[in-house]
């Protein structure tokens, strides 16, 4: 079992920042073991990918949308990942959610359906 617990939305105008975080706590396995990932969705609308990591969190993944603006990133130590999010714009407005999935140290997973743990989402909206 794993407990995901994500903090960090607000309110931001267009080009700035935030950063997200995700807390996990993991019963048996070692967080490291677990690929992670950010999705975001709106209301009425499918939850869309974001950006993805393995356990070892060398190898990141992101939807074209957001590459060179967002960096997602982990620290095992901290039971962590976070997702910084720069130059933000009206259309990133979504509730983020963190998942999670037992996949081994090298494995990004990028499908909704692969990731059986999630966060209870956090609000970001991004004014024009």
């Known amino acids: 079992q794993v407990q995901l617990v994500e903090s960090g939305g607000g309110l931001v105008q267009a080009g700035g920042s935030l950063r997200l975080s995700c807390a996990a706590r993991?019963?048996?396995?070692?967080?490291?073991?677990?690929?992670m990932a950010w999705f975001r969705q709106n209301p009425g609308k499918q939850r869309d990918f974001v950006a993805a990591i393995s356990g070892r969190g060398d190898t990141p993944y992101y939807t074209n949308s957001v590459k060179g603006r967002f960096t997602i990133s982990r620290d095992n130590a901290k039971n962590t990942v976070y997702l910084q999010m720069n130059s933000l714009k009206p259309e990133d407005t979504a509730v983020y959610y963190c998942?999670?999935?037992?996949?081994?140290?090298?494995?990004?997973?990028?499908?909704?359906?692969?990731?059986?743990?999630w966060g209870q989402g956090t609000q970001v909206t991004v004014s024009s």
């Open positions: 998942a999670a999935a037992y996949a081994g140290v090298n494995s990004i997973l990028r499908q909704e359906s692969t990731y059986p743990y």
């Open positions: 993991t019963s048996r396995r070692t967080f490291s073991s677990y690929a």
